[in-house]
């Protein structure tokens, strides 16, 4: 219920209500004070007549108050409208579209009742009030709508099994895309009377500006536009998982990672001791609690050391609240496997620590530490010949001055099947021959050596900004080391080149490439311009010098925590590569349906995209041989969009903006259906009972003077 007032400047005339006290008070009689001996009965008498009088006057005062408020009331005309809910049933047929939101922000708990059931109910309701001649049809809005029934239909039994049927999201909102197949829908009706029903908690994520630009230019005929607030215009507030990032640190030549937890409280309260938990496969191993202020963030920082060699999947959990769709999210990422590592030193001494490869031994392999993810095998040019590429995963040339055509051929084939190649230069390279050598190989042609400062005067320095690379997401972290803290005193410099097919991915600081990339096949090749020990820098004695090496022999061996690619969301397509002998795969999702995909053939693997993505989790991926045997192709995780965790409103004003010229209208409060046209409000005329309560006052009063 609402109070509204067709006059209300005559509200104004409630002030004259004052006149009646300040006359009462000014006009108040004082006793008369008579002086005679022994005469008390008439001392008496008077008090008693003057209390009456005080009486009188006190309850003309108050009546008067009223009768002038009264008036006041009566000329402001004021109106109480009581909400009868969703006025639905016209007096002629109509063709009606009910949109009911089935994002997973619908599944909020407002007193103890999901509004997803709130607005089911209400789809219900709308349903139960079409008549014989009315057809309607429903969709369900999220990411991806369904049209639960395509065309408009007069069987009021088939709507309301389609409400019955139909179940709350893990999806996102796009009332746009909702609105264009609803008007698609009433297009086709013959009926005039048209009408457009959303049932929505009015979150501002499922109103985005950019969505509503598609609409415009949809023409239809007029349509009758009304959004039902299931939340009731209340505020939602809600707690969140915004952000996982898994990242490995080193410590003590020790490799551990790092889990960084995103929250973010969107609630006018501070948040105090919320339970964070991590777990890993299905055990809990670490747990802490957050401190986040009102419409603040927080971050928990866990740490731990799971096995090597591991895909590891695991996920967040916080303290459940009254959205619990987005207290849970998942993530995957793989420990690194051992990595079988040719090193070829192109430079070696009698004295082991002079040779080019002592350094990057030591950091491959400290101490030959059992705990390293990295076997290195150290080969002469002499030896080499004695060793098969193929069966290594990495090749790292150093200052290697040239390998006959046989060993360049037999390279280029290891790593178009998919090995690692890592170039690193020196004295003994001869830039034309190796530009001769290994043709497009290199991710540039070389030019020559550049004396960029002398020892003990300081050096070049490594460029720190843009590290966007994910040979660099250690160094993003922090305690993950300065990579500028290096010197370099020589450098190779590099062709500049229009139609370069590789990509330069790190710089010194004058902007000469320091480490260059370059695909080939299904391999990759990374070419770094200066020495790997110290002949032309002290990388070697720094810090960053092991992650480093580390990161780059990961990431050229395909073994490179982090690299999953970009996050999967809830209905969002996953694209799937397996071997060319593997016919089908099968995609089996975290509630355990199996899809079965049939790949087509391209550059001599399979691929396929699946759709199905529409519950959050783990999804695992299998393989079949033409032998019977099983091949894990894939794995990967799925979680919701993280804006649609923000339950904020959007208010009329900004839903007039994005749907133009239709007529808006938002009903609150009870949701029962209406007979009739209109608003679905009653409104009562207040003025005639004012008036009659003023003539009782008016009655009250001359008899109150009459009596007196």
């Known amino acids: 219920m609402n109070l509204t007032f067709l006059n209300s400047v005559y509200l104004f005339g409630l002030f004259a209500a004052a006149i009646p006290i300040i006359i009462h008070v000014l006009s108040r009689k004082r006793a008369v004070t008579y002086r005679f001996a022994a005469i008390d009965f008439i001392i008496r008498s008077h008090r008693m007549v003057a209390r009456r009088l005080k009486l009188k006057q006190l309850i003309l005062m108050i009546l008067r108050t009223l009768m002038i408020i009264l008036i006041a009331l009566s000329l402001s005309r004021p109106l109480l409208k009581r909400s009868l809910g969703v006025a639905f049933s016209q007096p002629n047929p109509s063709s009606s579209v009910i949109i009911i939101d089935n994002s997973f922000s619908m599944g909020y708990l407002l007193n103890g009742e999901s509004l997803f059931a709130r607005a089911k109910r209400a789809a219900r309701r709308i349903v139960d009030s079409l008549k014989e001649e009315d057809n309607a049809s429903i969709i369900l809005c999220n990411s991806s709508p369904q049209v639960l029934l395509p065309d408009l239909t007069f069987n009021k039994s088939a709507l309301e099994k389609a409400i019955a049927e139909a179940q709350l999201s893990f999806a996102a909102t796009d009332i746009a895309t909702c609105l264009s197949q609803a008007r698609q829908i009433l297009s086709s009706s013959p009926l005039a009377d048209r009408y457009l029903y959303v049932l929505t908690d009015l979150t501002k994520n499922g109103w985005r500006a950019e969505s509503f630009f598609r609409l415009q230019g949809e023409k239809t005929e007029k349509i009758y536009f009304k959004i039902l607030d299931i939340s009731q215009g209340q505020k939602l507030p809600n707690q969140a998982i915004t952000g996982i990032r898994v990242a490995p640190v080193f410590r003590e030549g020790r490799r551990e990672y790092s889990f960084k937890i995103e929250v973010e409280n969107l609630t006018p309260e501070p948040s105090g001791d919320l339970l964070c938990q991590l777990y890993l496969g299905d055990q809990e191993?670490?747990?802490?609690?957050?401190?986040?202020?009102?419409?603040?963030?927080?971050v928990k920082k866990f740490s731990c050391q799971p096995g090597q060699g591991e895909t590891i999947f695991g996920r967040v959990d916080i303290a459940p609240d009254k959205l619990t769709q987005d207290n849970i999210r998942y993530f995957k990422f793989h420990t690194g496997r051992e990595i079988q590592a040719l090193v070829v030193d192109g430079d070696p001494k009698t004295r082991i620590y002079q040779s080019e490869s002592f350094y990057l031994e030591k950091a491959l392999n400290p101490q030959k530490n059992s705990r390293s993810l990295i076997l290195p095998t150290?080969?002469?040019?002499?030896?080499l010949s004695s060793y098969r590429f193929a069966d290594f995963d990495l090749v790292i040339l150093s200052n290697v001055e040239q390998l006959s055509s046989e060993l360049i051929d037999e390279l280029k084939r290891f790593v178009g099947n998919g090995g690692g190649l890592f170039i690193t230069l020196g004295d003994r390279v001869n830039p034309d021959r190796y530009n001769q050598s290994f043709g497009d190989l290199l991710p540039r042609p070389l030019r020559g050596i550049r004396k960029v400062s002398l020892p003990g005067e300081g050096g070049r320095r490594l460029k720190e900004g843009g590290l966007e690379h994910p040979i660099f997401q250690i160094f993003r972290s922090p305690g993950g080391g300065r990579l500028g803290s290096a010197n370099f005193f020589k450098i190779y410099l590099v062709e500049p080149s229009p139609e370069a097919v590789g990509d330069i991915i790190l710089r010194y600081d004058n902007d000469a490439p320091a480490l260059l990339e370059r695909k080939w096949g299904k391999g990759r090749v990374i070419v770094f311009t200066s020495t790997i020990d110290r002949d032309w820098n002290d990388l070697p004695i720094r810090t960053t010098y092991l992650p480093l090496i580390h990161q780059i022999s990961q990431y050229l061996a395909r073994s490179l925590t982090g690299e999953e690619g970009e996050e999967i969301l809830v209905g969002q397509?996953?694209?799937?590569?397996?071997?060319?002998?593997?016919?089908?795969?099968?995609?089996?999702?975290?509630?355990?349906?199996?899809?079965?995909l049939p790949g087509r053939v391209k550059e001599g693997r399979r691929e396929a995209v699946y759709l199905e993505t529409r519950i959050p989790g783990f999804y695992n991926v299998l393989g079949q041989r033409e032998d019977g045997g099983k091949l894990t192709a894939a794995a990967f995780t799925v979680n919701i969009e993280l804006a649609e965790s923000n339950l904020a409103k959007i208010n009329h004003e900004e839903l007039s903006q994005l749907l133009g010229e239709e007529a808006v209208e938002i009903v609150r409060g009870d949701y029962r259906v209406s007979r009739g046209a209109g608003s679905g409000e009653r409104a009562y005329k207040l003025w005639g009972t004012l008036l009659f309560g003023l003539l009782i006052l008016a009655a009250i009063e001359g008899l109150v003077i009459r009596k007196g």
């Not at 191993?285 to 927080?298: D, M, N, T």
């Not at 150290?378 to 030896?383: A, D, G, P, Q, V």
């Open 285 to 298: 191993v670490s747990r802490g609690f957050l401190q986040i202020p009102a419409w603040g963030e927080a």
């Open 378 to 383: 150290i080969s002469t040019l002499e030896e």
């Open 573 to 596: 397509p996953k694209s799937l590569t397996w071997e060319e002998k593997e016919e089908v795969i099968r995609v089996i999702d975290p509630q355990g349906k199996v899809t079965t």
